[in-house]
């Protein structure tokens, strides 16, 4: 299916706030925690950590939820719509101060994480898992998400950009850093609020709104459940709830027998943690290895978006020659290469921090744009063997790979600070504590990057193999006997 140019536009436009929300916390939070909020490194650590750990719960379910909902607006974008604002506003209160005792601000900080991920993973779920509905066709996934990561870009830019171009004017107008941070954040948190709202709305999506016959069936089951827990007691509900969990992880065991599924979530494991630590170090790298200004800042984190769009054509171009799964070997490959070889020569200008920051911004775009289209094709192989949709399913089991690697990674930095020494009251800091910095920023992602082309290496879906699938999935939908054989060796 060819998609409306405007259906582009807008779920690209909706990809905004989905980057905007990952970098602004993964970039600035862990920062803030330790220079703005006076949270020790270790601390702040654990935070990040926990709440990591909160989003794979809510991400258990999300998925799933989407999956089973009918409405008259569809599966996915009503859970886009409603949460524009809890998401907007929860962003904005994260970056408050308040003068209360250190012990108070670390329980204020850990209670609003878990808030934002309560919220992040209801709406960004769905909304990933709509790409996968909007298009089955091989090419029109990988132009689809093109557009999505141009919008992550915008996205990466006004989380990124904005708080340091605004940090300083604020403070330079006279604020004090924490008013600062929390007026710079409450701005980028109004475009969130713009991207997660209009975006969808603009979108028509197929309405899935169940029929009388469908609902009246649909009740009779709801009242049997509810009768039988009420006839259990509490240990009717609970046995009905850990059944409807035994459920849940057997659909995600069912998923990880997919040797594509297997692969493609140890690669998002790997290169989450090598974001997350990349993310979350950059501020500490440019801030005390270099000593630069935030507008050198701002500079240099607009580097990364925009040789990540420059090269969306690139990507767009050789899909005509090469598969997505060539394409991020490719790309992946560069980005670690180079991020190796400046370890040695060393990021120690301008020039050379933007040559590095380009290098790194199309290993991002390469993750970005191709794993989603990957996860797609994934989907279609699953419905093959299963007979069931589970794009929810598939894309909460990704994402919850991808949330205990980002938790894991800055945890890991956060105590790699602790433990080399890093001050925070300090405006020097030790050698020590420099070199671990500089490790974090070179070194330590790049090793991880790698291990993740080496998954995707074994990840066995090429566009020759999944245009097979398609043929036997139609033929399995029109009710014909589909032949699974010729899919041994991808399944």
């Given at each position: ?254 998923i990880m027998k997919l040797k594509a599924a297997r692969y493609l979530i140890f690669a998002s494991i790997l290169f989450a943690s090598a974001n997350s630590i990349f993310a979350s170090d950059k501020m500490y790298y440019f801030t005390y290895n270099m000593g630069i200004s935030g507008i050198r800042i701002t500079v240099l984190f607009a580097i990364v978006a925009a040789a990540g769009v420059v090269f969306v054509p690139v990507v767009n171009f050789s899909k005509k020659y090469f598969d997505k799964r060539t394409q991020f070997i490719a790309g992946m490959s ?158």
């Amino acid at each position: 299916m060819v998609l409306k140019l405007k259906t582009k536009i807008a779920y690209g436009f909706t990809a905004i706030a989905d980057h905007a929300l990952h970098d602004l916390y993964v970039t600035f939070f862990l920062f803030f925690m330790t220079t703005a909020a006076g949270i020790s490194p270790a601390a702040a650590g654990v935070i990040v950590a926990l709440g990591s750990v909160w989003e794979c719960i809510i991400t258990l379910f999300a998925g799933r939820i989407s999956d089973k909902t009918h409405s008259k607006m569809g599966k996915r974008k009503p859970f886009i719509v409603f949460l524009a604002f809890p998401m907007a506003l929860t962003s904005s209160l994260m970056f408050a101060v308040f003068n209360i005792p250190v012990a108070a601000r670390v329980v204020y900080y850990l209670i609003i994480t878990m808030l934002y991920w309560t919220l992040f993973p209801m709406f960004y779920i769905p909304f990933v898992a709509w790409g996968a509905e909007l298009t089955e066709d091989y090419d029109e996934r990988t132009s689809l998400r093109s557009y999505a990561f141009v919008g992550n870009m915008l996205g990466l830019c006004i989380s990124t950009i904005f708080p340091t171009v605004l940090l300083d004017f604020l403070i330079g107008k006279g604020l004090n850093q924490a008013h600062a941070w929390h007026g710079s954040v409450s701005i980028v948190s109004a475009f969130i609020f713009i991207s997660l709202f209009f975006g969808p709305m603009t979108i028509k999506a197929e309405s899935n709104a169940l029929t009388p016959e469908e609902k009246a069936k649909l009740k009779r089951r709801r009242k049997e459940r509810k009768n039988g827990a009420e006839a259990g007691g509490k240990s009717g509900r609970a046995a009905s709830a850990f059944l409807s969990l035994k459920s849940l992880f057997a659909h995600f065991a069912s998923i990880m027998k997919l040797k594509a599924a297997r692969y493609l979530i140890f690669a998002s494991i790997l290169f989450a943690s090598a974001n997350s630590i990349f993310a979350s170090d950059k501020m500490y790298y440019f801030t005390y290895n270099m000593g630069i200004s935030g507008i050198r800042i701002t500079v240099l984190f607009a580097i990364v978006a925009a040789a990540g769009v420059v090269f969306v054509p690139v990507v767009n171009f050789s899909k005509k020659y090469f598969d997505k799964r060539t394409q991020f070997i490719a790309g992946m490959s560069l980005c670690a290469a180079v991020m190796i070889l400046f370890r040695f020569i060393g990021v120690d200008s301008m020039l050379s921090a933007c040559l590095f920051m380009t290098a790194f911004g199309i290993g991002s775009m390469c993750y970005w744009q191709l794993m989603p289209g990957m996860i797609y094709d994934v989907c279609g192989l699953d419905e093959l063997k299963s007979g069931e949709q589970r794009q929810g399913t598939i894309v909460s089991l990704q994402s919850i790979a991808e949330s205990i690697a980002d938790g894991l990674g800055v945890l890991v930095l956060g105590f790699i600070l602790e433990f080399a020494g890093f001050d925070d009251a300090a405006s020097v800091q030790s050698e020590n504590a420099l070199s671990w910095v500089e490790n974090c920023f070179t070194l330590v992602p790049a090793f991880l990057m790698i291990l993740a082309v080496i998954m995707v290496i074994k990840y066995p879906i090429t566009k020759k193999n999944y245009g097979e699938v398609l043929s036997a999935l139609e033929k399995k939908r029109n009710g014909e006997e589909a032949d699974l054989t010729p899919f041994e060796d991808i399944v």
